[in-house]
């Protein structure tokens, strides 16, 4: 277990990288004219700025959307006129290292099904929804929604079982699971599907206790079938989802996935600026086909990098929730099966090399260990391609470093892949409030042996690189930041501030991490995985100006107040784009 000292604040704030500080309402800056455009100042209580070489500082000077100077109190620069100080504290821009930009925005508008208790719950959110949005539920729009967990039920659900609420039957009806790895469907949808439907490699039909849920690659029955959202409504959720991601610090994400198509969209949005575009966004690109090879005409690099697209998304397999994920060995609660590949390893191996031939960051999605594996045989595979003298351990390390090969999850890993992962630098892609989230089912999955060797490691993997990069996979899970920082810190709950069983203490904390590693995770790590060290994550001359200010400073709140901090303010290049609203 977590030793008791490694709970108390005061030894949460060690690393050397960074002192800690966090924030009160910021007043309207002092503005400087220059000859061209306008220089702008700020002074706060205090500003956390992960620069190495000055941790920490009172002022800055804002131009053309990056910082120009930083500076203390005591290095006041000379040719600076004195500066109202405000009662705010700062930390660099926060980042999401792994969401879904697009599905977060278009779970805004569809039914809620996070927490639900029942079937009988899930019909009356499906029924208050189609009251407020009359027109869905019709062939060519259908009723969409995400967050189901079968383990509410005692099963998985059937299309009878929206089919048994009168006001729902013939309604065409989609819900995604909570890990947006099986979705369940009406009746009607079934329909139009033809009766003897084939399984597909890499998925999952369930035929019992009924038909209606569809896992991973079976998914594409449906998904090929569902009636695509305008340009007007993705445009629409897209600004939704980035007001919502202001709202709680996040400056940038990496969106782990997206279409050719829609990061089109995003270019021309981004293009317009204004409240049309507010987050940055490092995306990964997912073909049509998944774990295909689709790479003409796919960079994006954009001056302002408000969007950029260097990196491809491929998947190894499936959840561990739905038993999708891919194991060594087999589950402990359901022996007869070990889950499934969505591409096998040498498909995996030579996809993966033509991406890094073609100069791409390649992050694959891995939940299991024998996915994990896979993932790391081939990215080894890739850079031992990439450079001819990789049979020295630091060529090798030299070669990870220029092409940054990431495992998104990294989420069940056999010891002996942890070394590897360690030896190449690989890069784990983890998401805190996954572990806080899965613990109820997890060791049932895998049993006591593999959860204490295996499973949702961070401590184990912070000596890789730059350290984990820290997300939230939104919308699987919410996308608060801090949500996040206090699941790696405590490896509790978030929504309840408990662990295991409705225990007051974590669960396996000694895979916990100090408060200064999970906001690094959230800052510098995130920062290094999409190529933007020295840009992102950072307060420091040259920078983009991208800080949050927030009501108090972190180091002296109680660890429980993380749940419910709020944000004061966000500000992205310069410019606030979130303010909080006085009551």
Not at 242 to 252: C, D, F, I, R, T
Not at 363 to 380: K, S, W
Request: aromatic fraction near 8%; proline fraction near 5%.
């Amino acid at each position: 277990m977590f030793s008791t000292p490694l709970l108390r604040w005061g030894a949460l704030f060690s690393i050397a990288a960074v002192t800690l500080a966090v924030t009160l309402r910021l007043q309207s800056p002092l503005t400087v004219a220059s000859e061209t455009d306008a220089v702008k100042y700020y002074c706060y209580k205090h500003v956390r700025t992960h620069d190495r070489n000055r941790p920490r500082a009172e002022c800055f000077s804002v131009k053309d959307g990056r910082f120009v100077r930083v500076w203390t109190e005591d290095q006041w620069p000379s040719d600076v006129q004195d500066v109202e100080t405000t009662n705010g504290y700062v930390i660099p821009g926060l980042w999401d290292g792994h969401g879904h930009l697009m599905q977060y925005g278009l779970f805004l508008h569809s039914v809620d099904l996070f927490g639900s208790k029942s079937l009988d719950d899930v019909r009356q959110r499906i029924k208050a929804y189609k009251e407020t949005n009359p027109k869905a539920g019709k062939r060519k729009h259908w009723i969409r929604g995400v967050g189901w967990d079968q383990a509410a039920f005692g099963r998985m659900p059937t299309a009878a079982d929206l089919k048994r609420d009168p006001l729902l039957d013939g309604l065409y009806i989609m819900l995604d699971r909570i890990d947006v790895h099986c979705t369940w469907v009406s009746q009607a949808v079934l329909d139009l599907l033809p009766s003897n439907l084939p399984n597909i490699p890499g998925g999952e039909i369930i035929r019992e206790p009924g038909m209606g849920v569809f896992c991973d690659n079976a998914m594409k029955h449906v998904v090929d079938r569902w009636p695509k959202p305008k340009d007007k409504d993705k445009t629409q959720a897209v600004k939704t989802a980035m007001a919502k991601l202001n709202e709680v610090g996040l400056v940038g994400m990496h969106d782990a996935g997206s279409t050719r198509e829609e990061q089109k969209m995003y270019n021309r949005m981004a293009d317009r600026g204004g409240d049309s575009w507010t987050v940055r966004v490092y995306a990964m690109l997912e073909c049509q086909k998944r774990n295909g090879v689709c790479i003409e005409g796919t960079e994006v690099d954009r001056k302002d990098s408000m969007l950029t697209v260097r990196g491809v998304k491929l998947f190894a397999d499936g959840a561990l929730g739905s038993w999708g994920s891919a194991m060594l060995e087999p589950y402990s609660d359901h022996d007869w099966t070990s889950g499934s590949l969505l591409i096998d390893a040498p498909d995996l191996t030579a996809v993966t090399k033509k991406w890094a031939k073609a100069g791409f960051q390649v992050n694959i999605h891995a939940i299991g260990d024998l996915a994990n594996r896979n993932a790391i045989d081939a990215i080894e595979a890739a850079l031992k391609q990439q450079c001819p003298d990789a049979a020295r351990p630091e060529a090798l390390a030299a070669c990870q470093d220029q092409h940054r090969f990431r495992i998104e999850h990294s989420q069940i890993i056999h010891p002996t892949d942890q070394r590897r992962m360690r030896n190449l630098g690989i890069i784990p892609s983890i998401q805190p409030t996954h572990a806080t989230s899965d613990m109820k089912y997890a060791l049932d999955r895998l049993g006591p042996e593999r959860v204490a060797k295996e499973a949702y490691r961070m401590r184990s993997l912070l000596d890789i690189g730059s350290g984990p990069i820290l997300g939230s996979d939104f919308p699987v899970e919410p996308p608060n930041p801090f949500h996040g920082i206090y699941a790696a810190v405590t490896r509790k709950n978030p929504a309840t501030g408990l662990g295991f069983n409705g225990s007051a203490e974590g669960w396996h904390t000694e895979e916990a991490i100090t408060l200064d590693a999970a906001l690094w995770g959230f800052t510098g790590a995130a920062a290094y995985g999409a190529f933007l060290d020295g840009h992102a994550g950072v307060i420091q001359e040259g920078a983009f100006a991208d800080w949050v200010v927030l009501d108090e400073a972190i180091e002296d709140m109680d660890i429980e107040q993380l749940r419910t901090l709020k944000v004061s303010q966000t500000w992205v290049a310069g410019k606030l784009v979130y303010p909080k609203r006085e009551d």
